[in-house]
């Protein structure tokens, strides 16, 4: 009786645990995609690793000046290696641990997802490299993409039009809202450009132009 009792509180415990996760990763998922959602856009970059990289930048705006600082941040700045004849370079393993193992992350669903990576892998293994010297090499590129795009983002598009348009309809913010499935708060912050989540504004958008459709 008493293991009983034990595995059905752990039982219990693992599924409330479980939905605190869920809670989190969706809570995430919504402050990334409103602050930082051209790193969403980046191949293999999903809500949690986009805030630990987040955390990294944040924590370490001094080494953002350039690309060969990032990259000694991030522990990709390639390392010699020399061996007699040999001449190659190993994984750094200075650097933040954390946003590393991001980059790890990125590079690995590559691998198994995306078949330009694929192919990529399949043709320098073919040169006599290493598994390890493969990644290695792609978590290099990787820094090099995401330090382009955390200098570089992507201004928001407008969406000054879209209030005129739900007006033009007789539609409330209420009523859009219902009509997507958002917050009313979502629709509102939309429309005042207040919103960097280019997901929510598309998805607003084209049901705006099927109402007009629908409508005419």
């Not at 350039?66 to 522990?75: I, R, W």
């Not at 407008?158 to 409330?172: H, Q």
């Amino acid at each position: 009786m008493a293991t009983l009792l034990t595995l059905k509180r752990m039982g219990e415990r693992h599924r409330f645990l479980s939905a605190k996760i869920a809670e989190t990763d969706a809570e995430l998922a919504v402050i990334v995609s409103t602050h930082a959602p051209e790193l969403l856009e980046v191949n293999g970059v999903g809500p949690v690793v986009a805030s630990q990289l987040l955390v990294t930048f944040g924590d370490n705006q001094e080494r953002m000046g350039n690309e060969a600082a990032f990259a000694a941040l991030v522990g990709v700045a390639p390392v010699p290696a020399f061996s007699g004849k040999t001449n190659r370079h190993r994984l750094s393993r200075g650097g933040d641990r954390q946003a590393n193992s991001s980059l790890c992350r990125i590079v690995l669903v590559r691998m198994s997802t995306d078949p330009r990576t694929r192919e990529y892998v399949a043709k320098h293994a073919k040169d006599g490299l290493s598994k390890e010297d493969i990644i290695r090499c792609m978590k290099r590129y990787v820094a090099r993409e995401l330090y382009q795009v955390m200098n570089n983002p992507m201004p928001a598009p407008p969406t000054n039009d879209l209030r005129p348009m739900r007006l033009a309809l007789g539609l409330t913010q209420v009523a859009a809202a219902f009509g997507l499935g958002f917050w009313p708060t979502t629709i509102s912050r939309i429309e005042r450009g207040e919103s960097r989540d280019r997901e929510a504004m598309a998805r607003y958008r084209n049901w705006l132009e099927e109402q007009a459709k629908e409508s005419s």
